[in-house]
């Protein structure tokens, strides 16, 4: 595995995010905004669901019906909200972190709501869906930020361009590197774990995701939360990344990152996007009508 990609890992690893080198935890309970689940049944999924189709296929079609959430109508709330729970490698260990994150989208300002469960030795483990009562029963942290310092993962937004998007993502001058799959892919996994993206947004990042090299489609499975998805997943410079997404709505629901060879295989990450919407303040609980209106992805 190249200098560069070690480089690129722990970038990728820094961003997913702010939230594990800070090693706090938070209570989750009354605080994170809700509304309805946007699980569909089977007989009602979209047609990127069909057999037959490549993972580019269902992709290209995905982006081109994407279906809009209730969060999507809330542009004119001034924070963006992002509740994540991730599993990263730390040395030789296994960090297990809770953020809820409000970004005032004008000045970069926020808070994020953390907490953190006890690291796992080893690196050789596979999340389970009882480990999120670890995190549940976790004490808690709530961090503030003044303005400027809550920053997302592209300062100058997304581009409305699937190739500009991709561009900054995974430099071109990089597409021959064994690399370039992984970090294109991970590009794509750090723009929905920082930025609350819009149906167009969402398309957009589709459209990146069709084009990482090698891609290949999965079938349907769940998430530790229970939710169903699509599976794409990528092999490329000794890793699997595996990325779950929501058939009607094309939100990412998980992404996972497994090391398959050299000195410590095993688990690289595992992130749960369980809710993303908008919201009037930082204040917990949030309104009734900002309630309703964010996207309970869980």
């Known amino acids: 595995m190249t200098y560069l990609t070690l480089t690129a890992r722990r970038l990728l690893t820094a961003l997913l995010g702010g939230i594990l080198v800070l090693l706090t935890a938070c209570q989750t309970d009354g605080t994170a905004p809700s509304g309805p689940d946007t699980t569909r049944p089977a007989a009602q999924q ?3 669901t069909a057999a037959g189709l490549t993972a580019q296929q269902r992709l290209d079609l995905l982006a081109s019906t994407v279906t809009g959430t209730p969060a999507d ?9 992002l509740h994540l729970q991730t599993w990263a490698r730390a040395s030789n260990t296994i960090v297990r972190s809770d953020v809820r994150r409000w970004r005032h989208e004008a000045d970069g300002s926020g808070r994020e709501a953390i907490r ?15 480990e999120r009562h670890d995190l549940r029963r976790a004490p808690q942290q709530s961090l503030q930020y003044r303005a400027g310092q809550l920053h ?19 430099p071109p001058k ?3 590197e064994p690399a370039y799959p992984r970090l294109l892919a991970g590009g794509v996994v750090a723009v929905a774990t920082s930025h609350h993206l819009d149906p ?9 995701l069709a084009t990482v090299p090698h891609i290949t489609y999965q079938g349907t499975t769940t998430d530790l939360a229970g939710r169903p998805g699509l599976a794409f ?3 490329a410079d000794g890793s699997t990344s595996t990325l779950l997404i929501h058939a009607a709505t094309g939100e990412l629901l998980a992404a996972k990152e497994w090391i398959d060879g050299g000195r410590r295989p095993g688990l690289f990450s595992y992130t749960l996007l369980l809710d993303r919407g908008r919201t ?17 992805l869980r």
């Open 46 to 48: 979209p047609a990127a």
């Open 73 to 81: 109508t809330t542009a004119g709330l001034p924070y963006t909200y």
């Open 116 to 130: 953190r469960a006890p690291n796992l030795r080893g690196v050789n483990h596979q999340p389970t869906s009882e």
């Open 152 to 170: 997302p993962y592209l300062p100058g937004g997304i581009p409305a361009d699937s190739g500009e998007l991709a561009t900054l993502l995974a």
């Open 174 to 176: 990089l597409i021959d």
């Open 200 to 208: 167009q947004q969402r398309a957009t990042t589709l459209r990146v």
């Open 233 to 235: 997943q990528i092999t």
């Open 280 to 296: 009037s303040s930082t204040d917990s609980p949030p309104s009734p009508a900002t309630a309703a209106a964010a996207t309970h």
